[in-house]
């Protein structure tokens, strides 16, 4: 027998049959008839509902009755507060759908009213502006005009107390552009759209502009969203009459060994200096990095002690 399932064998179910009368006995006149009327009032009450639930399925049919359920089910959502909805929405997720719902879905797709209907919804979300867009949008400007900072993996931080460098290499390119004397800065309000290889318009900020007209992209590794941002870098600097360079660490080497040149050092020299600073930011991100550790731990800590 599983566990937690109880069986009644025959004497058990005399001996509750026995008790029941006894009770019934020791109940006054005036008990017995209120009992006796909710037993009728709850016989009448499920006779009523299952009346309803066969007359519904003929009513739920007629245009106006689908109109005011619906009216019903908006204003009950509208009701909810958004962690209400988001549960619900939890709840749903992964979720599938009867044979019987697909079936009537699939006969009613089949109507051409429904079809078209279909189509003209579909075409609007296309043309709606998704929030994640308008997300991507926001973020990619805030890079671009330098309002946001993301310490990643990389190592980062500040080229001379006001560029903000994501990379070792962005900062590389930062102090050799600097000793050529170019006209650069990566605070230049320009982000471009962008297509990843599902079909997602996304937008991206490119790490410098120069002279206001030439585009610069600095990498240290090529994969698919490299070539399709470049691509579309091309295309956005072609209609506003600007260039776009896409610069590899091998082209970085290159620059400075002419900025060696300029400055009177050996290109050893300049990546003796290199290696120093790199090991002086590499540094002050492990202090940070620990810092926020210990932070984390602490707040951990805190929650802990006030559930307990």
């Given at each position: 027998?599983?566990?937690?399932?109880?069986?009644?064998?025959?004497?058990?179910?005399?001996?509750?049959?026995?008790?029941?009368?006894?009770?019934?006995?020791?109940k006054t006149p005036e008990q017995k008839a209120r009992d006796i009327e909710a037993s009728r009032v709850g016989a009448n009450k499920l006779e009523a509902i299952k009346?309803?639930?066969?007359?519904?399925?003929?009513?739920?049919?007629?245009?106006?009755?689908?109109?005011?359920?619906?009216?019903?089910?908006?204003?009950?959502?509208?009701?909810k507060t958004p962690e209400q909805r988001a549960q619900e929405r939890e709840n749903?997720?992964?979720?599938?759908?009867?044979?019987k719902t697909r079936k009537s879905k699939s006969d009613s797709w089949k109507r051409p009213e429904r079809r078209r209907r279909g189509v003209e919804a579909?075409?609007?979300?296309?043309?709606?502006?998704?929030?994640?867009?308008?997300?991507?949008?926001?973020r990619a400007l805030a890079y671009a005009e330098g309002r946001l900072q993301i310490h990643g993996d990389y190592i980062t931080g500040y080229?001379?107390?006001?560029?903000?460098?994501?990379?070792?290499?962005?900062?590389?390119?930062?102090?050799?552009?600097?000793?050529?004397?170019?006209?650069?800065?990566?605070?230049?309000?320009?982000?471009?759209?962008?297509?990843?290889?599902?079909?997602?318009?996304?937008?991206y900020s490119p790490d410098f502009c120069v002279d206001g007209r030439q585009v610069i992209e600095t990498k240290g590794y090529l994969d698919k969203s490299v070539l399709l941002k470049a691509e579309a870098s091309m295309i956005y600097t072609a209609e506003r009459d600007?260039?776009?360079?896409?610069?590899?660490?091998?082209?970085i080497v290159r620059f400075e060994k002419q900025a060696s040149e300029d400055l009177g050092w050996t290109f050893r020299q300049y990546q003796m200096q290199l290696f120093k600073e790199r090991s002086c930011y590499k540094q002050k991100k492990d202090k940070r990095k620990a810092f926020l550790k210990r932070k984390k731990e602490e707040e951990n800590r805190e929650k802990a002690c006030a559930t307990t």
């Open positions: 027998m599983p566990r937690g399932v109880y069986v009644r064998t025959k004497a058990t179910r005399i001996a509750v049959g026995r008790g029941s009368k006894r009770a019934w006995a020791r009346k309803k639930c066969k007359s519904e399925k003929f009513t739920h049919n007629l245009p106006e009755v689908k109109l005011e359920a619906s009216e019903k089910s908006k204003r009950a959502w509208a009701r749903r997720r992964g979720k599938k759908d009867s044979e579909a075409i609007e979300c296309q043309n709606r502006v998704s929030v994640s867009t308008l997300k991507s949008v926001r080229y001379r107390k006001t560029h903000f460098f994501r990379s070792f290499l962005e900062y590389r390119a930062m102090k050799v552009f600097d000793i050529l004397k170019w006209k650069w800065t990566e605070k230049h309000g320009i982000t471009i759209p962008w297509r990843d290889e599902r079909g997602i318009v996304r937008n600007m260039t776009y360079e896409l610069y590899f660490e091998e082209d």
